[in-house]
Every structure is written in C-alpha cells, then in structure tokens.
C-alpha cells in the first residue's frame, strides 16, 4: 500500500513556475513507476508526464515538453514536477500517481495508487 500526497499548486501569472511535490509513504517507493496526471473543469483527466523508478526513463505530454520537467529523489520517497512557462490551459488539478508492477505508462488506469490532487491555477 502507498499514501500520495501532493503539494506544491497555488496562483501563478502566466509565463510563471511552480513546482509540485508527492510525497509517497511506503517502503518500495523506489521501485514504483510514477505520473504525473491533470484535469481542468469539464475534461477528462490527462497524461502530463511519467518516470521509471529511477528517474533515468521519462516521458513527456507534447502539450508540456519543453516546459515541464518529472524527477524523483527515492531517498527523500518524493517525486516532482518543475512547471515553468506556465499557461492558462495549464490550469488543472494535478494528481500524481504510482504503478506497483510494470513500467511506466501514459494509461491512467494502469496506475494503482492516486494522491488527492493539488490545484493550480493560471491566470493570463
């Protein structure tokens, strides 16, 4: 079993950064693959970008590459989202996400433990 916890979302203007943490509770956090998840008012929920358990293997939605970046300090059992160039349509909860078994995927439902999600709002 891992607990996920975001953090991290706020208000920026656009063209601002933030960065987003998960924390994980659980002793193989290190062998999980790991997402980062969103979903804005209205939509269904989206792939943003993925990690393999050890950072080396990362992936990467067209509409952030370039402007968003996925890590993960396993010792710290914490993974993150650097967001800069933000924009309006950037606007979404964000949720990160974990895989017990298998790599890392942009199928949401593959995915077997979710945090709460953290907000994060860009005003233009």
């Known amino acids: 079993q891992v607990q996920l916890v975001e953090s991290g979302g706020g208000l920026v203007q656009a063209g601002g950064s933030l960065r987003l943490s998960c924390a994980a509770a659980?002793?193989?956090?290190?062998?999980?693959?790991m997402a980062w998840f969103r979903q804005a008012p209205g939509k269904e929920r989206e792939f943003v970008a993925h990690?393999?358990?050890?950072?080396?293997?990362?992936d990467y939605a067209d509409s952030v590459k370039g402007r968003f970046t996925i890590s993960r300090d396993n010792a710290k059992n914490t993974m993150y989202l650097q967001m800069n160039s933000l924009k309006p349509e950037d606007t979404a909860v964000y949720y990160c996400?974990?895989?017990?078994?298998?790599?890392?995927?942009?199928?949401?439902?593959?995915?077997?433990?979710w945090g709460q999600g953290t907000q994060v709002t860009v005003s233009s």
């Open positions: 659980g002793r193989t956090f290190s062998s999980y693959a």
């Open positions: 996400a974990a895989r017990a078994i298998g790599s890392a995927t942009r199928w949401a439902s593959m995915y077997n433990y």
């Open positions: 990690s393999n358990w050890s950072g080396a293997i990362t």
